[in-house]
């Protein structure tokens, strides 16, 4: 399986930008039980701290993936303030990747809910930052959805 061929590759590569490009690569996988394996990385000694955002920046380039990247953070939140405590700046980082793929009014309104008990210090300006995103992308797809779906079917892309 490719996968683990990039995993083990990973795992054994001496050069960083060699085990960069792998863990990039592994997010990119739309399996689902690749996509856990993926997001079980986060939480081992595989990768270390400053690298978990490389894996889930593959993740929110396809629907199964932004699904299950919100799924991760909400179930996991304690583990992952842990691993990437507040102060820090990597959780602001993630937050803003493992949301940035969101695209529905329905996303946006499960993240606000995630979020309302929240002490969002350390990341509160990411946090907003990524709302500001997602509301854009809504409005910019309710504004211009048709006209980009007749532009990709004229140029065959669909």
Same mark, same amino acid.
């Given at each position: 399986?490719? %996968?683990?061929?990039? /995993? !083990? @590759? @990973?795992?054994? =590569? +001496?050069?960083?930008?060699?085990? !960069?490009?792998?863990?990039?690569?592994?997010?990119?996988?739309?399996?689902?039980?690749?996509?856990?394996?993926?997001?079980?990385?986060?939480?081992?000694?595989?990768?270390? #701290? *400053?690298?978990? @955002?490389?894996? &889930?920046?593959? /993740?929110? +380039?396809?629907?199964?993936? &932004?699904?299950?990247?919100?799924?991760?953070?909400?179930? !996991?939140?304690?583990?992952?303030?842990?691993?990437?405590?507040?102060?820090? =700046?990597? /959780?602001? +980082?993630?937050? +803003?990747?493992?949301?940035?793929?969101?695209?529905? *009014?329905? *996303?946006?309104?499960?993240?606000?809910?995630?979020?309302?008990?929240?002490?969002?210090?350390? %990341?509160?300006? #990411? $946090?907003?930052? =990524?709302?500001?995103?997602?509301?854009?992308?809504?409005?910019?797809?309710?504004?211009?959805?048709?006209? &980009?779906?007749?532009? $990709?079917?004229?140029?065959? %892309?669909?």
């Amino acid at each position: 399986m490719q %996968y683990d061929k990039v /995993l !083990n @590759y @990973y795992r054994t =590569s +001496t050069n960083s930008d060699e085990r !960069n490009t792998c863990l990039r690569s592994l997010g990119r996988a739309q399996d689902p039980e690749l996509i856990q394996r993926t997001l079980a990385m986060l939480f081992g000694d595989d990768i270390k #701290s *400053q690298d978990v @955002y490389m894996p &889930v920046g593959g /993740l929110r +380039t396809h629907p199964a993936g &932004v699904k299950a990247l919100f799924a991760c953070m909400t179930e !996991n939140w304690g583990e992952l303030t842990k691993r990437l405590p507040p102060a820090l =700046s990597m /959780l602001g +980082t993630m937050v +803003t990747i493992m949301t940035s793929g969101m695209t529905t *009014q329905d *996303q946006l309104a499960q993240l606000d809910k995630f979020f309302a008990d929240k002490n969002n210090n350390g %990341y509160d300006q #990411s $946090l907003e930052q =990524s709302k500001d995103s997602i509301r854009s992308k809504i409005s910019w797809l309710g504004r211009d959805r048709d006209d &980009v779906a007749a532009w $990709l079917k004229a140029n065959k %892309y669909m």
